[in-house]
């Protein structure tokens, strides 16, 4: 999912424009994600190709939650897509892994995709706890999430070092916690105790550059983009990862 982030009605307007004239590869799935005010607007003038999500949701219904955007509300919208467990929300916000869980299993339950994001502070990637935070993030999603939870299952993505934007890796890296699909290891274990469709991983990257690199590893499927989707080139990022996919 490569996924959008903030704006304004002006940019989102002008990004919309751009984002129209351009081509995307099929069989790909393209999200952008905006803040929620202004989910209408990218609604009515995103071209279908690319689809809409909320930057966040809560696990309670409808109800005297003030502030709050409930499942339902989204999917009143048109919204089938949310992300859940952004690093923001994570540790500035300090939601809890299990909190977390709770809401990507409401998602889920409402018949959406949830976007379910995992990965480790700066100084827990520096202590050599990368594997084991974000493990532990995707456990406490295993615990809640069963077959009879709905027909929509999470898209586990691991961005390696959110919180800290500006500490560049090499491609190789995001393999920290995100190793082969081989039986027996612990992510293929954990994905497949979620119900299907769940997909495999994604990375967090900034450019079209380092999308290349990345997508060529074999087990990174997906992108989750910040900073990146808010430019003109974004639909360029889409097409450099298509391209180096279908080599593969």
Request: hydrophobic content about 35%; some cysteine; glycine content about 8%.
């Amino acid at each position: 999912f490569p996924g959008g982030s903030n704006g304004t009605v002006a940019t989102v307007t002008e990004l919309a424009a751009g984002f129209s004239a351009a081509s995307y590869p099929e069989g790909m799935d393209v999200v952008i994600a905006p803040t929620a005010i202004h989910i209408p607007l990218a609604q009515a003038k995103m071209p279908a190709a690319i689809a809409i999500a909320a930057q966040n949701c809560f696990d309670k219904p409808s109800g005297a939650y003030t502030g709050e955007l409930s499942t339902e509300i989204l999917a009143d919208m048109g919204v089938k897509n949310v992300i859940t467990g952004h690093s923001e929300r994570r540790h500035i916000l300090k939601e809890s892994d299990e909190f977390v869980a709770s809401k990507t299993l409401k998602a889920i339950e409402q018949g959406m995709t949830a976007i379910f994001c995992i990965g480790e502070l700066l100084e827990e990637r520096e202590a050599g706890q990368t594997e084991a935070v974000c493990f532990r993030q995707m456990e406490a999603v295993r615990k809640v999430i069963t077959p009879a939870s709905g027909p929509r299952s999470s898209s586990p993505t691991s961005p390696s070092g959110p919180s800290a934007p500006a500490r560049s890796l090499p491609p190789s890296r995001p393999r920290r916690c995100t190793p082969p699909s081989a039986p027996g290891s612990r992510r293929t274990s954990l994905l497949r105790s979620l119900p299907p469709p769940a997909s495999s991983t994604a990375a967090l990257s900034s450019s079209e550059q380092t999308d290349e690199q990345l997508a060529s590893k074999v087990d990174i499927d997906g992108f989750l983009i910040g900073g990146a989707s808010m430019h003109p080139d974004f639909p360029k990022i889409c097409t450099a990862t298509a391209a180096v996919k279908a080599q593969m």
